[in-house]
Nanobody, 116 residues
Framework: QVQLVESGGGLVQAGGSLRLSCVAS????????MGWYRRAPGKQRELVAG???????NYTDSVKGRFTISRDDAKNTLYLQMSSLKPEDTALYYC??????????WGQGTQVIVSS
């Protein structure tokens, strides 16, 4: 089992920034696939950003140019730097870890609220 603990959410005005962190309970390996998801009120959970081995990243279109995902394997930590936040970014943000062996782990989430 791997525990993931997110932090960094909060209330911010539109145009502001936040940095989310996700700390894993075990060492992160280069072939672990990690990502940030979010679930907005009344909507399905969606992938916001992902990062794989070799630091290959992908983003959903609505956050491209505003969000940056990164990882520090030495600190067992995944980050999401969010800038130019919009009210539509309001959601519960989750960290996810996929291992090459079929492990699929989720954190409890951290709430982000962007006021207009």
């Amino acid at each position: 089992q791997v525990q993931l603990v997110e932090s960094g959410g909060g209330l911010v005005q539109a145009g502001g920034s936040l940095r989310l962190s996700c700390v894993a309970s075990r060492r992160m390996f280069s072939n672990d696939r990690m990502g940030w998801y979010r679930r907005a009120p009344g909507k399905q959970r969606e992938l916001v950003a992902g990062i794989t081995s070799g630091d290959i990243t992908n983003y959903t279109d609505s956050v491209k140019g505003r969000f940056t995902i990164s990882r520090d394997d030495a600190k067992n930590t995944l980050y999401l730097q969010m800038s130019s936040l919009k009210p539509e970014d309001t959601a519960l943000y989750y960290c996810n870890l996929l291992t090459p062996y079929g492990g699929n782990y989720w954190g409890q989430g951290t709430q982000v609220i962007v006021s207009s």
